[in-house]
């Protein structure tokens, strides 16, 4: 029965050798596709490590760049900071002389008037 399905026409022998040619093929068939998994369960496997690498990655870059901007923002409040202190001494200096040329001006009018402070 077999030898007729597979085309045969039989004889001594033929049978066996025609099931073994078929098991043979489809034993080779398991090969390949059990071959396929092991190398589609591999690639996802690679693939798994590979992302997880990859997010490693990007979380590092994400907390250098966190770092440095940071360390801008810090340059930046020190550079305000002193910016205002400056601003800050500059307008007390003006303060203190324009109360000294007050005090000055005042003195002047008080000598041309002939009288004391």
Known sequence: VLAEQ????GGPGYVEETAMAVLE??????NHMDEIERARTEMEVKGGIAMRDSIHDLEE??????????KRLMAMRDQLRENREERMQKASAKVALRRQ???????????R???RM
């Open 6 to 9: 597979v085309g045969g026409k």
């Open 25 to 30: 093929k489809a034993r080779m068939r398991q």
């Open 61 to 70: 870059k994400i907390e250098e760049s966190e770092a440095k901007r940071e």
């Open 101 to 111: 040329r007050q005090l000055e001006e005042f003195q002047d009018l008080m000598e």
């Open 113 to 115: 008037r002939g009288g």
